[in-house]
């Protein structure tokens, strides 16, 4: 993460990067605001800043010993704290350490997610994580020790409001007194839930919504997708970027459903078995949920058909690619097959979520399809 990967916070990275300038780093700084808005990302352009060895005048280097550790988030005097919960792995007294890698991989994706997607990475959503008293021990034991190559020890410490009751004097007693040459970025989307003792030992730094214009920036450079989509993408986010990075995905989910399902339509017509047996083989790979939400999509396509044969065509809310195939795949969809196809993904929903055999049900499901795609009109 460098500065010029933040979404927008032009104003806030100018403030921070004078602050270093001029040699005034406070040794608590807490980044607050919502997870969308960057605390994360700027955190770690900040640190990364920080430690360069060459730095230039808007960001760090990329080239120096120290920068390229920061890479994989592996420099030595970098240190990450962050809420826990015991998980299938982990099934006893857990704290940061043990989730380092699964940590390193998630913020090297993108330090752009919420809290829960983190503990989803661990497999933890249904508990409570918190940051606990171990965490702050393995902090005071690490800054004990002398800096490995760089002029600070940096600690980057999120969501700090899942501070447990007993970590919290540990904590405190460090920032009070901390050893020369530390320094602790703190991360939180609610100041209300800090304690008060912390909240007065450390130098707040209020980071906004990026805003609209800057997350359709982001979309169009980072996901060369065209002006217009980025714009209404950005408009529905309400300029959060965690958001628009989901209506991202929820849109790339969408565009695989319709070209598996086209792919799958033209096999059923022509009833192609070797290549049904070969669909059905990789749709049964995917997840109930996804096996259930593919048939949700089908039957969509197939109110829609219905609805362009009755020339509803304003309800239509299809367009490009989709609404080509959807007035050419229309013909086949009409009073005579629509009802029974309907049931028959009605009744392969009823049985995915009963857990039936995937591979049977979609095989069965493709054949049935055949006979009925063929059924006379009139
Ligand atoms: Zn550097």
Not at 314 to 323: A, M, N, V, Y
Request: proline letters at 3%; glycine letters at 4%; charged letters at 25%.
């Amino acid at each position: 993460m460098y500065f010029q990967d933040v979404i927008g916070q032009e104003l806030i990275i100018k403030r921070l990067i004078s602050n270093i300038k001029n040699q005034r780093i406070s040794h608590a700084q807490l980044f607050l605001g919502q997870q969308g808005n960057g605390t994360l990302a700027l955190a770690l352009a900040y640190a990364r800043f920080v430690q360069c060895r060459n730095k230039g005048d808007l960001d760090a280097c990329g080239t120096c010993p120290s920068c390229l550790k920061f890479n994989k988030y592996e420099h030595p005097d970098l240190h990450f704290i962050f809420p826990s919960a015991p998980n299938k792995e982990h099934k006893e007294k857990v704290s940061s350490k043990l989730f380092l890698s699964d940590w390193r991989k998630k913020i090297s994706q993108t330090p752009y997610f919420e809290y829960f997607d983190w503990l989803e990475a661990l497999g933890i959503e249904n508990k409570q994580a918190i940051i606990n008293a171990e965490d702050c021990n393995d902090i005071i034991r690490n800054l004990g020790l002398k800096a490995y190559e760089s002029p600070y020890k940096i600690v980057v410490m999120y969501m700090i409001e899942k501070l447990s009751y007993q970590a919290a004097p540990k904590l405190l007693k460090i920032l009070e007194e901390p050893p020369e040459g530390t320094l602790f970025l703190l991360i939180s989307e609610n100041k209300e839930r800090i304690i008060n003792t912390i909240l007065s030992r450390t130098q707040i730094l209020k980071v906004p919504l990026p805003g609209e214009e800057a997350v359709k920036k982001a979309l169009t450079e980072k996901h060369t997708m065209d002006a217009d989509t980025a714009a209404q993408i950005a408009f529905i986010s309400g300029g959060l970027y965690t958001e628009a990075l989901k209506l991202v995905k929820e849109g790339d989910e969408h565009l695989a459903d319709f070209n598996s399902f086209r792919e799958w339509m033209r096999l059923c017509y022509k009833n192609e078995a070797g290549n049904i047996l070969k669909w059905v083989e990789k749709t049964a790979q995917a997840g109930r949920e996804k096996q259930k939400s593919f048939c949700q999509y089908g039957l969509r396509i197939f109110r829609m058909c219905l609805l362009h044969n009755y020339n509803a065509n304003d309800l239509i809310r299809f367009k490009g690619e989709e609404l080509d195939f959807l007035s050419k795949f229309s013909r086949f969809i009409h009073h005579n097959n629509a009802i029974a196809i309907v049931e028959a993904f009605n009744e392969a929903i009823f049985h995915i979520e009963r857990n039936a055999n995937p591979k049977i049900l979609f095989a069965d499901l493709s054949f049935k399809l055949h006979r009925l795609m063929h059924v006379k009109t009139g």
